[in-house]
């Protein structure tokens, strides 16, 4: 089993910042990939970005050159910057771990709005 806790969501205005964190743990040796989804209402789960199986990282087009992901190995954690932050990046973000089948956080809320 993997645990996964998110934290930094937040009320920010248009054009802000943020920082989200996603700590794991549990059995977290093997673990393939790891990264971040975002859910807005009436919409389906989307990939945001995400360090991949060969351990480069991916973005989605929406997000690339505002959003940035990193990991510190060292403390099983992966973040998220999110720079010039649109109303349209509202969403709960989820952080998701790939060991065997997806494992899931239970999501921070973002919104942007003035």
């Known amino acids: 089993q993997v645990q996964l806790v998110e934290s930094g969501g937040g009320l920010v205005q248009p054009g802000g910042s943020l920082r989200l964190s996603c700590a794991a743990s549990?059995?977290?040796?093997?673990?393939?990939?790891m990264g971040w989804y975002r859910q807005a209402p009436g919409n389906q789960r989307e990939l945001v970005a995400t360090?991949?199986?060969?351990?480069?990282?991916m973005y989605a087009d929406s997000v690339k050159g505002r959003f940035t992901i990193s990991r510190d190995n060292a403390k099983n954690s992966v973040y998220l910057q999110l720079n010039s932050l649109k109303p349209e990046d509202t969403a709960v973000y989820y952080c998701?771990?790939?060991?065997?089948?997806?494992?899931w956080g239970q999501g921070t809320q973002v919104t942007v709005s003035s």
């Open positions: 998701y771990a790939l060991r065997g089948h997806m494992y």
């Open positions: 549990g059995t977290i040796f093997s673990i393939n990939a």
């Open positions: 360090f991949t199986t060969m351990g480069s990282t």
